[in-house]
């Protein structure tokens, strides 16, 4: 049974949610985590691959790497921090690409991106794809790289929201895994697993907290949930908080999935090298060659070819990546990949989604689901931060804050 007293839950054990207890354990708060899954670390997951090495099916980039607090976090768990720079860094395999094409989308890329952080100044917001280029024979392949960045089309993203990621541009990986790295960083703190949360009650001075293992009572509760979670239950809160919801709403989870081929011989191809399935189509993979100069390839899908693969059967995804790979490689190297694992982020009941992206004109949203309520409810979570969204930073970040805020109106109280 989970039923007990405390003063401060957190809802979700996450990145924002471990961030937020090992704050408030550290200030002597009495405090529980509250997760549904059998497991801490939410969208930070490593799997054990083949001869146990780690397999990040959720995050496994350490994005503003000089800036990340997991990357001091990972260093005090002694895990080793690989920093070869990411493929997108360092150009594509010219495999698929016409002479000089690479050089052309690059420039066509930063050229999108500048008349995004030129649009993003002025009012009204619109549709990050409303800033493409009409006719320029890249347009497909920058949306596609949209879907990798926020999990969904361009037409859906807003520009504003879009132009307000801060990224430094320094990308590291943690060896072991960065859901390992997040996931022990919760191991000794109080918590609750295999508990979901079906509603916060808070008429009362004191928050009662319903769970499928009991009812527990707080003075006060940060809410981590992803914004799937909190826009399609709108009972969740008693009373109901429609501003929540509506916020919620306004920044839905893009989806994102991974799935991890083995790769025979693969000396052939460089260590972490990248090759779009085709560079013509949105509806294209990436394929990551040698992660870690591992004999795998990882394959990155996002948006509506995500959402239609998930919807297929079993091995809709390795299907795909197999005819994309052979109409690169010829129809041998179908026999020289295996599938390892998958995970679909989008049928996963406690995600149903991999990161947060802002409709048009809905920037704003982040700042209102992150406002607290009556000094005793508070959120965090990714969708939370206004410049590191989508990432296992900005969950910390915003799990720290949140932390703060109830330290701080328990001091005033
Ligand atoms: C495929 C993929 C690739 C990614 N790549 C990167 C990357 O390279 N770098 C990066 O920084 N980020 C990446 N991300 C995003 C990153 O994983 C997330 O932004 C981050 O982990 C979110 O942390 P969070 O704490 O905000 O949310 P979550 O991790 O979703 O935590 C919320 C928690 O709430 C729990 N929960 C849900 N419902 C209930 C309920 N009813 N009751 C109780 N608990 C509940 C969930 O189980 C979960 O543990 C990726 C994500 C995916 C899916």
Known sequence: ??????????????????????????????????????????????????????????????????????????????????????????????????????????????????????????????????LLEPGNRWNNLINAVGTYISGTELDQVSALDFDNYDDTGVNWRVVEGYGTTIAACGENLPAVLSCPVSRIEHHDKRLKIETSQGVIVADQAIVTLPTTVLAENDALFAPSLPEK????????????????????????????????????????????????????????FGG??????????????????????TGLLGNAFAGRVKQIQIHRWGADPFSRGSYSYARPGRASCRMKLAAPIDSRLFFAGEACSQHDFSTAHGGWITGVAAADQAISARAQA
Request: aromatic share 8%; charged share 25%.
């Open 1 to 130: 049974m989970a039923n007990g007293d405390f003063e401060t839950v957190v809802i979700g054990g996450g990145a924002a949610g471990i961030a937020a207890a090992r704050r408030l354990h550290k200030a002597g708060v009495k405090c529980l985590i509250i997760e549904a899954r059998s497991r801490l670390g939410g969208r930070a997951w490593t799997s054990a691959g083949p001869s146990g090495v780690g397999l990040d099916l959720g995050c496994g980039w350490l994005h503003s790497a000089d800036r990340n607090p997991w990357v001091t976090i990972a260093q005090e768990q002694n895990r080793s921090i690989d920093k070869t720079p990411p493929p997108w860094r360092r150009g594509s395999l010219r495999l698929g690409f016409p002479e000089g094409g690479q050089q052309e989308f690059l420039e066509a890329q930063v050229q999108f991106s500048a008349r995004v952080s030129e649009r993003a100044t002025r009012e009204p917001d619109v549709a990050a794809s409303t």
């Open 245 to 300: 919801t509506a916020a919620a709403q306004g920044l839905p989870l893009g989806l994102a999935d991974k799935l991890f081929l083995s790769l025979a011989d693969a000396e052939e191809f460089e260590t972490d090298s990248r090759m779009f399935g085709s560079i013509e189509r949105t509806a294209t993979a990436a394929y990551h060659f040698r992660p870690f100069g591992r004999p795998q390839i990882e394959a990155y």
């Open 304 to 325: 509506q070819l995500a959402s239609e693969l998930e919807a297929g059967d079993e091995r809709a995804f390795f299907d795909f990546a197999l005819s994309e790979l």
